[in-house]
């Protein structure tokens, strides 16, 4: 399967802005729901930010914000260059964690990992203090 490639990831002190892209050769992330997933040492991998693309909803909504990152991280796309971007603005130590690019996947939970679709190797992001 297609495999996403992130970049964009680094070391940073709190308060700062990183921003992720994501391409993935043929795709366009426009099918299903694509998103941001994060993994921090001995956690479980959740998710970040998605947009849908296949009428699924949050609150009424085709974009989904984890509690923790509202106000502070955006989703964006550009089809013409096959990327998927986060802008990540004011982080925090607890940002800290590898993220993961995501697209044609079932939903936004962390039920959604392992289920379907394709998934990147994850760029760290890290938030000094």
């Known amino acids: 399967q297609v495999q996403p490639a992130e970049s964009g990831g680094g070391l940073v002190q709190a308060g700062g802005s990183l921003r992720l892209s994501c391409t993935a050769s043929?795709?366009?992330?426009?099918?299903?729901?694509s998103g941001w997933f994060r993994q921090a040492p001995g956690k479980e991998r959740e998710g970040v930010v998605c947009?849908?693309?296949?009428?699924?909803?949050?609150?009424?909504?085709?974009?989904y914000y984890a509690e923790s990152v509202k106000g502070r991280f955006t989703i964006s796309r550009d089809n013409a260059k096959k990327t998927l971007y986060l802008q990540m603005n004011s982080l925090k130590p607890e940002d800290t964690a590898m993220y993961y690019c995501?697209?044609?996947?079932?939903?936004?939970?962390?039920?959604?990992?392992?289920?379907?679709?394709?998934w990147g190797q994850g760029t760290q992001v890290t938030v000094s203090s």
């Open positions: 947009i849908s693309w296949d009428g699924q909803t949050w609150n009424g909504r085709n974009t």
């Open positions: 043929g795709l366009i992330f426009d099918d299903y729901i």
């Open positions: 995501a697209a044609d996947i079932p939903g936004c939970s962390s039920d959604a990992y392992g289920v379907r679709g394709y």
